[in-house]
């Protein structure tokens, strides 16, 4: 087997689903400058709804796609809900406080949620139901299942739809306006309110589907599984040049990549003296090298060029 | 029947009060100017007669009904539209993109398609560069756009922030012969102007503001007249 080749499909999988969280943090940051750190927790969400669907559908003798589609149709308005939710009450009031004051409560909406999300799911793990017969692939000497080509193509398929939203209609314009100056853009007739509210949700909606993917793709899901995975998701936007959603999606698939290399050849690297659980190492091995050396990202403008 | 009203107007920053308490009103059709030294309170005026800020107290009637305390993006709808100081062109979305931003609230396709030809016949350096974005345009080609995408609001009311500022005196005069064509069109419009010479000789009538108020409101030629106005603003 070609490990090369393998981690690079492995990274892309994990890439995607980074890409998909990180265009949430990188649309409110263009138009808020805010950092939502309870977005990761929405992704949480997500695959908490999807299973719990799916779990009271497994009875039933529908075909296991259809009950994991159901799952996921009712994890994307759950989350759309819940992303418009925190906008409203947590951070539309504090629109014009200090934006630390912004920061610190997107720190305790992320600890409500995952609190509220163990009331109500528990703390064990909550197993993905094996709904999705695995099929195998060879490819170039490594292996990639149905799930994996399905996760990079769905993702794919999300972020054309998204780039084209932002960048072809006049909804997309409006949003871009406003994450320039939003005061001119209410001279155009644009209520930033309503865009504001309009990214919290799409980035909500891309959540979900990630959260239901990592699910899907580790075989589980855990109140807690919001945090890390939303760290990595910043990261990548971080690294892509946040506020930039092309940055994002590039930031995500580069992550994934460097993390899952990283994870397959840590041990040769060191020896043997350290093994592939280090790999969350990786992540924030880059957001410390980008911070130091790139703040702006890979695709990001220059933070003094920003009006 | 004045089309805009403003009485008592006051706005505030925090403690401190910009506009003490205005007077104005523009008729249908009039050009109308505000002007006054650095700090006479032209620009906040204008921007909450835009709705870019909220007055602290008094009242501004548009069109019979009171329009205080209401935002931006419900004023265009009502057919008040700002070209504000500094342009506001949106440097990252494209020419094109910014002109049909101006008929955001529009809903008539057909009627936006010509109102962006007609855009395009009034300022063909902005056809030419229709794909290119809005920041890499000269000064005087943003003030174009930043007009020609409050036209495309179909404004009925057009309030324009010195629309001269930081521009070389042959823009500014194309700029000025622009505002007379609107005008002309049958637009109205209020105008702030540094350049109270030019403002003058353009408008029906003119305001001038010190210190939050106004002191003199007058026809424009009268102005143009006046020997306190000929010593403070016009250089003598």
Request: charged content about 15%; hydrophobic content about 55%.
């Given at each position: 087997m070609d490990i090369f080749t393998q981690q690079i499909i492995n990274g892309l999988v994990l890439g995607s689903i980074y890409a998909l969280v990180a265009l949430g943090y990188t649309m409110v940051y263009g138009i808020l400058e805010l950092i939502n750190f309870a977005h990761g927790e929405v992704t949480m969400f997500g695959a908490m709804i999807a299973l719990a669907v799916m779990g009271a559908l497994l009875g039933t003798d529908l075909p296991g796609i259809l009950?994991?589609?159901?799952?996921?149709?009712?994890?994307?308005?759950?989350?759309?809900?819940?992303?418009?939710?925190?906008?409203?009450?947590?951070?539309?009031?504090?629109?014009?406080?200090?934006?630390?004051?912004?920061?610190?409560?997107?720190?305790?909406?992320?600890?409500?949620?995952?609190?509220?999300?163990?009331?109500?799911?528990?703390?064990?793990?909550?197993?993905?139901?094996?709904?999705?017969?695995?099929?195998?692939?060879?490819?170039?000497?490594?292996?990639?299942?149905?799930?994996?080509?399905?996760?990079?193509?769905?993702s794919c398929l999300l972020m054309a739809g998204l780039l084209w939203l932002v960048t072809r209609t006049k909804l997309g314009a409006a949003m871009r306006a406003t994450a320039q100056a939003p005061d001119v853009a209410g001279l155009m007739g644009i209520n930033a309110n309503t865009i504001i509210s309009i990214t919290f949700i799409l980035g909500a909606a891309l959540a979900a589907v990630a959260g239901v993917m990592v699910a899907a793709y580790y075989g589980l899901a855990h109140y807690h599984m919001g945090f890390l995975l939303g760290l990595k998701a910043f990261t990548a936007a971080v690294l892509g040049g946040i506020g930039n959603i092309a940055g994002a999606m590039l930031g995500g698939l580069l992550l994934g990549i460097i993390e899952s290399l990283g994870a397959g050849y840590i041990g040769d690297l060191s020896f043997g003296f350290l093994g592939s659980h280090y790999q969350d190492v990786f992540a924030f091995f880059v957001l410390i090298l980008v911070l130091v050396f790139q703040p702006s990202g890979l695709l990001g403008e220059r933070v003094a060029e920003r009006a | 029947m004045s089309m805009l009203e403003a009485r008592g107007l006051e706005v505030s920053y925090g403690q401190i009060k910009a506009v003490k308490g205005i007077d104005l009103n523009v008729n249908p059709g009039e050009l109308v100017c505000l002007i006054g030294a650095n700090g006479a309170g032209k620009t906040t005026t204008l921007k909450s007669l835009a709705g870019m800020l909220a007055p602290s107290a008094g009242d501004i009637h548009f069109e019979g009904k009171s329009i205080s305390g209401r935002a931006s993006h419900d004023l265009v709808r009502r057919g008040i539209a700002l070209v504000p100081e500094g342009r506001g062109i949106f440097g990252r979305l494209t020419v094109e993109e910014n002109l049909r931003l101006g008929a955001y609230a529009r809903k008539d396709t057909t009627g936006i398609r010509q109102d962006m030809d007609r855009a395009y016949d009034l300022f063909p350096r902005l056809a030419e560069r229709r794909r290119q974005s809005?920041?890499?345009?000269?000064?005087?080609?943003?003030?174009?756009?930043?007009?020609?995408?409050?036209?495309?609001?179909?404004?009925?009311?057009?309030?324009?922030?010195?629309?001269?500022?930081?521009?070389?005196?042959?823009?500014?005069?194309?700029?000025?012969?622009?505002?007379?064509?609107?005008?002309?069109?049958?637009?109205?419009?209020?105008?702030?102007?540094?350049?109270?010479?030019?403002?003058?000789?353009?408008?029906?009538?003119?305001?001038?503001?010190?210190?939050?108020?106004?002191?003199?409101?007058?026809?424009?030629?009268?102005?143009?007249?006046?020997?306190?106005?000929?010593?403070?603003?016009?250089?003598?």
């Open positions: 009950i994991v589609l159901m799952g996921l149709a009712v994890a994307i308005p759950g989350c759309m809900a819940l992303g418009f939710a925190i906008e409203r009450v947590a951070y539309r009031p504090l629109r014009r406080a200090p934006r630390l004051a912004a920061l610190i409560t997107a720190i305790g909406v992320s600890i409500v949620l995952q609190n509220v999300a163990m009331l109500i799911w528990g703390k064990q793990y909550i197993s993905f139901p094996p709904l999705l017969p695995v099929v195998r692939y060879e490819i170039l000497g490594a292996t990639i299942t149905n799930l994996q080509i399905l996760i990079i193509v769905l | 809005a920041g890499t345009l000269s000064g005087g080609e943003q003030q174009m756009l930043a007009i020609g995408r409050a036209l495309l609001s179909r404004p009925r009311l057009l309030l324009l922030d010195e629309p001269s500022m930081g521009l070389a005196p042959i823009l500014v005069q194309k700029i000025f012969e622009i505002i007379r064509r609107i005008s002309a069109e049958g637009v109205t419009l209020l105008l702030v102007e540094q350049n109270a010479k030019l403002a003058l000789e353009v408008s029906h009538r003119g305001y001038v503001l010190e210190s939050g108020r106004v002191t003199l409101a007058d026809e424009a030629r009268a102005l143009l007249a006046n020997p306190r106005v000929r010593q403070a603003y016009l250089g003598g």
